[in-house]
């Protein structure tokens, strides 16, 4: 995908290496390129659309380097660019502080990731010299409930005993209490999945928030989600201010654009990726990663730094 | 569910009062992208679009028409739904990348097959995830029917066999196995599906005589690749499409239809054990055009 790029690139500036600037002009058909490349990583047709033009803007009358060629300098104003708007040298840490327990709630469409990735997040957490206690408020799934309990198990870390005849609001405030009484200093929610249209359910996690007062509030995300992705993302992010977005399933071979629609539509950091389905599968985002990912390339872009 | 509110389409508010021109047609194109038809289906409509508005003058109602006629040619309708009598017992082996709704689209059609009076079996082959057999068993109780399983991390091609073998011992009609969530890049779990495959044969004739690739719908161009490769290691021969209650299009189907001649059987709209349908591609088509 790259050496396409590169390959496509260098063939459209064929005529301008050396000398000369870029234009609106010379840099058009490198632009139409770009914006295939990011459709076909399924990058919402919105976004690209703010995004080519971001990067016109910024290429247009820039002297051409003598130590890149045109290619490796549009390539450069795209990754740039595309790194910008991922967060890069932006905190995406997450945020426990405060008087414990801290909450943190996880929640998304159905079947994105949300239960495995409170798995990994305790054991992170575990690791980071925290004390978390699992809390399963998914009382709607069959046997998610025991999911959660069984992932506890595996990882010897506690999970709320919570039933599915109970209130998922309620569960969450008893094992708050239960937190108090017991000396767990964070909470993880994990919630339903639901769609992001249902008023029932979304009012759901809304209570769940105004009762816990999550320090992070976190979207999880299917890394092969196509266009929809800024739907969903907008619209969890409206109801309920999200904190931050855990990306999975990232070990696949997706392009992940939905990476770069969620963060252009919300404003707000990937934090985490899940990376498999094992426990200590989840790793801390990384901005420009994400942006050769979606580009499809791979070293160039370091020998492009290096310039 | 709670999209078919919202009737108002976007094709209709697309096409009203214009011309068809080029305009209308990146509109079109723009209407396409973001239903995840994906780059080349969409260029390919569009330039057959081009060609039929090229050869004479076209009203947007005719527009519309060839539109569906392009779109409709490329999902393969001859495919239905399921011929179960085609075979005794008849066997289904579920597959897909994960999350993506297996096991609540085997407990959904285990209700659709008791109902129409058929004996069925369930297979728990997901011995990988959390809870996997647990879900399932939960999906058996509510469809009355009965679930062969082993102890997690126990060998699923253990569990094909054991649900072969009482299958035939009820004199079961339908067995439909559940498989764990796999990508497709995993190349020891592709071929640990081969192997499940591969003892179904052995053990009834024949089996899987369907194998069902899952696609959930708010996928991109992903699903094209998993459809790909899933069909290459296990011979997939039909589609369920899941999650059209959300605002995603599922439009990837067109272009896996184009491309590998799969057809989409069934439409899951819910988590409800009746929300499942067969797949009705003039609704599909519909839906397209439905604001969200
Ligand atoms: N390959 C891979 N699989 C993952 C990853 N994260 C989760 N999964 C798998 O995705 C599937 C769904 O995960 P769950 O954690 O059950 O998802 P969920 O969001 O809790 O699902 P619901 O509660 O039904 O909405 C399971 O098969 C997980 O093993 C990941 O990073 N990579
Ligand atoms: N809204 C909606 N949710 C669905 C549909 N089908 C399945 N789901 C939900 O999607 C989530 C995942 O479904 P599962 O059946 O567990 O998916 P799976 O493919 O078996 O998952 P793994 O075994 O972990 O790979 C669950 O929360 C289901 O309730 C559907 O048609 N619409
Ligand atoms: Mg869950
Ligand atoms: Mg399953």
Not at chain 1, 127 to 140: E, G, I
Not at chain 1, 214 to 228: R, S, Y
Not at chain 2, 223 to 244: C, D, M, N, P, W
Request: proline letters at 3%; a negative charge.
């Amino acid at each position: 995908m790259l050496d396409n790029l590169t390959e496509k690139f260098d063939s459209i500036f064929k005529k301008l290496r050396g000398h000369g600037r870029l234009t609106e002009e010379n840099i058009k058909e490198a632009l139409r390129e770009v914006r295939l490349v990011l459709l076909e990583a399924d990058v919402n047709f919105k976004v690209v659309k703010d995004f080519v033009e971001a990067v016109r803007e910024r290429a247009v009358g820039q002297d051409v380097l003598k130590s890149l060629t045109p290619a490796q300098q549009v390539i450069k104003v795209v990754r740039d660019e595309l790194g910008r708007l991922m967060g890069e040298g932006e905190d995406n840490r997450l945020d426990f502080g405060g008087r414990p327990p801290v909450a943190v709630m996880l929640c998304g469409l159905q079947g994105a990731g949300k239960t495995t990735s409170c798995g990994k997040l305790a054991l992170k957490l575990r690791r980071d010299k925290r004390n978390p206690l699992l809390v399963p408020a998914d009382v709607y799934r069959p046997a998610a409930i025991d999911q959660l309990k069984t992932v506890g198990r595996q990882l010897d870390i506690p999970v709320y005993d919570s039933q599915p005849d109970q209130d998922p609001v309620a569960i969450c405030e008893a094992a708050r209490r239960f937190a108090e009484l017991n000396g767990y200093d964070t909470l993880i929610l994990d919630t339903a999945g639901r769609l992001h249209i249902d008023a029932t359910l979304m009012g759901e996690l809304v209570r769940i928030k105004e009762s816990l007062a999550p320090k992070e509030i976190l979207l999880v995300a299917d890394a092969m989600t196509g266009q929809d992705a800024v739907n969903v993302a907008a619209s969890f992010d409206e109801q309920l201010s999200l904190t931050g977005v855990i990306l999975t399933k990232l070990d696949g071979d997706a392009r992940g654009g939905a990476a770069l629609s969620i963060r252009a539509v919300t404003g707000k950091p990937i934090k985490l990726v899940g990376l498999g389905e094992k426990m200590d599968a989840l790793e801390v985002f990384h901005p420009d990663r994400m942006a050769q990912r979606i580009l499809g390339m791979g070293d160039v872009l370091s020998l492009i730094e290096k310039a | 569910a709670k999209t078919q509110g919202a009737l108002v389409g976007r094709l209709d508010s697309l096409l009203s009062g214009r011309r068809v021109d080029d305009e209308l047609l990146d509109d079109l194109e723009e209407l396409l992208i973001t239903a995840d038809f994906g780059m080349a289906t969409t260029g390919d409509v569009i330039q057959a679009l081009r060609g039929r508005v090229a050869r004479g003058e076209m009203s947007p109602a005719a527009l519309r028409t060839a539109l569906r006629e392009e779109l409709r040619e490329r999902l393969k309708l001859e495919a239905g739904a399921l011929d179960l009598n085609q075979a005794q017992p008849f066997v289904i082996m579920v597959v897909g990348v994960n999350g993506v709704g297996k096991t609540t689209t085997i407990g959904k059609l285990a209700r659709q097959f008791t109902a129409q009076g058929k004996r069925v079996v369930l297979g728990a082959g997901d011995t990988f995830r959390a809870a996997a057999a647990e879900q399932l068993a939960i999906w058996g109780e509510r469809a009355g029917v009965e679930v062969i399983r082993h102890g997690e991390g126990a060998d699923p091609a253990a569990v094909a066999f054991d649900a072969a073998k009482a299958t035939l011992a009820r004199k079961a009609d339908v067995l439909i196995l559940d498989t764990a969530g796999r990508l497709h890049t995993k190349v020891n779990l592709m071929e640990e599906m081969k192997k499940i495959r591969r003892v179904l044969g052995r053990e009834i004739p024949g089996a899987p005589h369907e194998t069902l690739l899952v696609l959930d719908a708010t996928t991109g161009q992903n699903a094209l690749i998993q459809a790909r490769l899933f069909k290459e290691a296990v011979e997939v021969s039909g589609i369920a499409l899941t999650k059209l209650d959300g605002t995603a299009k599922g439009g990837m189907v067109v272009a896996i239809g184009a491309e590998l001649g799969l057809p989409v059987r069934y439409v899951g709209i819910g988590e409800g054990v009746d929300d499942l349908r067969p797949f009705d591609p003039d609704l599909f088509v519909d839906a397209l055009f439905r604001e969200s």
